[in-house]
């Protein structure tokens, strides 16, 4: 089974600043990797698949890049909304399809 | 609009069975696959299932044996059958399709809670 380490485990940033999320695989998966973000008590919500391709709405300061075993997920310019808990997720090898264990991005 | 809606979560006990409900709208089952994933309260996201648009199944480990995927395409449903539940089962069971890699989309999600 392939495992997902997210780093770091809680990111303290002030709004209107950078954030860059780390997810490392445990083994080369090409680009066939996904984030999620989940909002308290939703849903997660596909932001990007394919390591770089921005789901449908999603915004342009969401930017997804990385292949084989290290991918980044940036937030260009932090908003309000975007507090919240991000996932990724390998899908080279299905099944068991797997996540990291996610990054809490949190108003510092 | 695309959508799915679980239901048929809620507190069961310890080697109980529950039946989960996934109803889609918007795409069909038949032609598309669909998984569960799970939550624990606090936790990251847990694949559990997936069936094929084939029809062919695959499980977890942690719930092989015990948990079983299917549908009914003419009420383009999908039901998670859960058997001999245990404490650790409890969680927030997602309904979500996989295209096929990434989930999208997701439902709402429902809790169940295994519990004495």
């Known amino acids: 089974e392939i495992v997902m380490t997210q780093s770091p485990a809680t990111l303290s940033v002030s709004p209107g600043e950078r954030a860059t999320l780390s997810c490392r695989v445990s083994q080369n998966v090409g680009g066939n990797l996904a984030w999620y973000q989940q909002k308290l008590g939703q849903a997660p919500r596909l932001l990007i698949y394919d390591a770089s391709t921005r789901a449908t709405g999603v915004p342009a300061r969401f930017s997804g890049s990385g292949s084989g075993r290290e991918f980044t997920l940036t937030i260009s310019s932090l908003q309000s909304e975007d507090f919240a808990v991000y996932f990724c997720?390998?899908?080279?090898?299905?099944?068991?399809?797997?996540f990291g264990q996610g990054t809490k991005l949190e108003i510092k | 609009e695309v959508q799915l809606v679980e239901s048929g979560g809620g507190l069961i006990q310890p080697g109980g069975s529950l039946r989960l409900s996934c109803v889609v709208s918007?795409?069909?089952?038949?032609?598309?696959?669909m998984s569960w994933v799970r939550q624990a309260p606090g936790k990251g996201l847990e694949w559990v299932s997936l069936i094929y648009s084939g029809g062919s199944t695959y499980y977890a480990d942690s719930v092989k044996g015990r948990f079983i995927i299917s549908r009914d395409v003419s009420k383009n449903t999908v039901y998670f059958e859960m058997n001999s539940l245990r404490a650790e089962d409890t969680a927030v069971y997602y309904c979500a399709s996989p295209r096929p890699g990434w989930f999208d989309p997701w439902g709402q999600g429902v809790l169940v809670t295994v519990s004495s």
């Open positions: 918007g795409f069909s089952v038949r032609n598309n696959y």
């Open positions: 997720q390998q899908y080279n090898n299905w099944p068991p399809y797997t």
